[in-house]
């Protein structure tokens, strides 16, 4: 597998790396055993980075992840922290970094962790000097190597960037959301900045598998987030109407190259995007891992395929989707 630059983390990682929302909750149940089957399909495959966070599963995934890790020094796992108490920019101090960080540490079984990253917190959060300064001696402390953020909206992401201290920014990138293409990749390109691709099938709408008589369990966000009534509502779909999304599908799966899947031409157009260091779609089974995996072995898309998705972008989801985030 390709490795590129995980921006200023100095660490290189296959561009393809695993999501692990999945192995902890919010998508149906995934059992332990399938969860570490999973993982270890994924390193196979040729995955070296894996992104969880502290509120998949209340500690779940980062547990999971971290007794799968442990021994395989060649993996940069990266967590995620500040989704476990009320959002409001007070709570993003450092005693509560320091608790977060610590339970983080104790659940992936590391002294220091590769990664931590603000986990779409408030606005103003990156705008507050004491955010970093904090972050910063954590680093000094070698409590965690390095430290990024997790935004919803290209303008967070832009303030992110100009951060000297920030490695990475982790953003919803995919034939849904173009807006990051215009401003934040090449921000991050010039100071390099990593980026890490999230959400990149849409929620398993750029899969092709789903149609208007898909139903999702209970417990699955893309059953009770259609509104956004528990998180960001650009979780979801990327914020994409499921019918719309639907028919957005269907007219790009024309561009899908033989003998490839429309989910791993979902994948490969956002490795082609200059400035992309990673692209972490989810799996909840081996093959998906897998199959996800080898996106990175397809050649680059032809420019034809890239116009097509911009056009069907532009005729469909653009007016939905593109003043929002």
């Not at 597998?1 to 149906?28: C, F, I, K, S, Y």
């Not at 993003?92 to 220091?112: I, P």
Request: aromatic share 8%; proline share 6%; with cysteine.
């Amino acid at each position: 597998m390709e490795h590129r630059m995980l921006g200023r983390t100095g660490r290189q990682v296959g561009v393809v790396g695993l999501g692990a929302w999945q192995l902890g909750a919010d998508w149906g149940q995934v059992s332990e055993d399938e969860a570490f089957a999973t993982l270890e399909a994924a390193v196979e495959a040729g995955v070296t980075f894996i992104d969880t966070a502290d509120v998949y599963g209340d500690g779940r995934s980062e547990q999971i992840v971290g007794r799968f890790a442990k021994g395989r020094p060649e993996l940069t796992v990266a967590t995620k922290m500040g989704r476990r108490v009320e959002q409001i920019p007070s709570n993003y101090v450092m005693s509560n970094f320091r608790a977060w960080n610590e339970r983080s540490r104790q659940n992936l079984g590391v002294d220091t962790i590769d990664l931590v990253q603000l986990h779409c917190p408030p606005t103003p959060v990156y705008s507050a000097d004491a955010v970093f300064d904090a972050l910063d001696t954590l680093v000094a402390e070698q409590k965690i190597a390095a430290y990024g953020v997790s935004v919803e909206t290209c303008e967070e992401a832009l303030t992110a960037i100009a951060r000297p201290g920030v490695a990475s920014v982790q953003i919803i990138l995919n034939a849904f959301r173009l807006k990051p293409l215009e401003q934040v990749l090449p921000a991050a390109r010039a100071a390099g900045v990593g980026i890490i691709a999230r959400v990149p099938l849409a929620s398993g709408l750029l899969s092709g598998r789903y149609d208007e008589h898909t139903t999702f369990a209970p417990d699955d966000h893309r059953n009770y987030n259609r509104q956004g009534e528990s998180f960001d509502v650009g979780e979801t779909f990327s914020g994409v109407d499921y019918t719309t999304g639907l028919e957005a599908v269907r007219r790009l799966a024309p561009l899908v190259p033989a003998g490839a899947t429309m989910p791993q031409f979902a994948l490969r157009w956002i490795l082609d995007q200059p400035g992309v260091s990673v692209v972490i779609p989810g799996a909840r089974n081996p093959s998906q891992a897998t199959s996800n995996a080898t996106a990175a072995t397809l050649p680059p898309l032809p420019e034809a395929s890239l116009a097509g998705v911009q056009a069907v972008y532009d005729n469909l989801i653009r007016p939905q989707i593109h003043h929002r985030w």
